[in-house]
C-alpha cells in the first residue's frame, strides 16, 4: 500500500528557475515530513522537514508547504543550480511509532545550465 | 569522519549463499534503522534498534533476513540462502531518537547472480 504518493516523476529546470516537487499522503496520522536529496552512489541526506503545525518552512533556498486538509506537501528548490542535480524523496512519520520513514517513489531532477 | 560507515559497499554473491553487512551508525544515536532501496524506489523500512532493542521489523523482512544490534553500537543484517529478488541497496541510518531527522550511510549494494 503506497501511503505516500510522489509527482513528478522527473523535472528538467533551467538554471536559476523553481523546482516544484509535490507528495501527498493518507495517512491522517503521519506527524513528521521530511525531504531528503540522493546522489548516486550515496545515501539520502536530509534537506529540510516539517511539522503539521505549520504551513510553511524555509531554509536558504529551500521551502516546504503544507497544507494538512489536502493531506499535501512540497518542496520548492529557488535559484536551481546543476548542483542540485538529484534525485529527491519526500517522506512521512509517525513519530510515536519509531519514526520509521515512508518514503514516496522519489524525482529525478535536472538543473540545466 | 563522524557519519554512518557501513560495510562492504558491494558485495556480488551467488544465489543461496549467506551474506552479513555491518553499519556503524554516529556513536551517541541510540536508533538505528535499516532500510531497502532498489533502482528508482524510494528506501522501504525493514528494522529499528533502539539501543539494543529490535522494536520493529516489517512483514518486508522475511525469515531469511535477521539483524542484530549488540551492546547497542554496531548493526549487522544477514540474509541467508539469498535470492535474485535480495538485489538492492541496503541502507543503514542513525539519529538520536524523537524529534531528530536521520543520518543515512552510503549502503551497500547487494548483487545475487
Partial sequence: ?113 | DTGVSQDPRHKITKRGQNVTFRCDPISEHNRLYWYRQTLGQGPEFLTYFQNEAQLEKSRLLSDRFSAERPKGSFSTLEIQRTEQGDSAMYLCASSLGLGFGYTFGSGTRLTVV
Fill in chain 1, 1 to 113: 500500500q503506497q501511503q505516500v504518493k510522489q509527482s513528478p516523476q522527473s523535472l528538467i529546470v533551467q538554471k536559476g528557475g523553481i523546482s516544484i516537487i509535490n507528495c501527498a499522503y493518507e495517512n491522517t496520522a503521519f506527524d513528521y515530513f521530511p525531504w531528503y536529496q540522493q546522489f548516486p552512489g550515496k545515501g539520502p541526506a536530509l534537506l529540510i522537514a516539517i511539522r503539521p503545525d505549520v504551513s510553511e518552512k524555509k531554509e536558504g533556498r529551500f521551502t516546504i508547504s503544507f497544507n494538512k486538509s489536502a493531506k499535501q506537501f512540497s518542496l520548492h528548490i529557488m535559484d536551481s543550480q546543476p548542483g542540485d542535480s538529484a534525485t529527491y524523496f519526500c517522506a512521512a512519520s509517525l513519530e510515536a511509532s519509531g519514526s520509521r520513514l515512508t518514503f514516496g517513489e522519489g524525482t529525478q531532477l535536472t538543473v540545466n545550465p
